[in-house]
Nanobody, 124 residues
Framework: QVQLVESGGGLVQAGGSLRLSCAAS????????VGWFRQAQGKERECVSM????????YYVDSVKGRFTISRDNAKNTVYLQMNSLKPEDTAVYYC?????????????????WGQGTQVTVSS
């Protein structure tokens, strides 16, 4: 059974930082692309970042480029999302997910396992 467990969310002031973690079990995530998604209240889920299994392909949505960094520690089977210079518009529930292949697009349909989500709230 594959499980993804996110942690690291919380309440932070604008300009602050958070690091989200996603610990995986039941799947060796180094073999698959991973992604971080977010869903704000009343909005569709969007892909924030994707990291291919090799690390050669990385995606960031324009709104987070230069502020967020995705990384993984294969020894710990864990994926991270470092979020700096946070803005109120970054407020959302953040989800990690693993894809069915070594690289994936931004489409949620290409991801087969999801975490339960962690709330990130940025106050102005």
């Amino acid at each position: 059974q594959v499980q993804l467990v996110e942690s690291g969310g919380g309440l932070v002031q604008a300009g602050g930082s958070l690091r989200l973690s996603c610990a995986a079990s039941g799947r060796t995530i180094s073999r698959y692309a991973v992604g971080w998604f977010r869903q704000a209240q009343g909005k569709e889920r969007e892909c924030v970042s994707m990291h291919s299994s090799s690390g050669r392909s990385t995606y960031y949505v324009d709104s987070v480029k230069g502020r967020f960094t995705i990384s993984r520690d294969n020894a710990k089977n864990t994926v991270y999302l470092q979020m700096n210079s946070l803005k109120p518009e970054d407020t959302a529930v953040y989800y990690c997910a693993t894809a069915r292949a070594v690289v994936a697009s931004t489409s949620p349909g290409e991801y087969d396992y999801w975490g339960q989500g962690t709330q990130v709230t940025v106050s102005s």
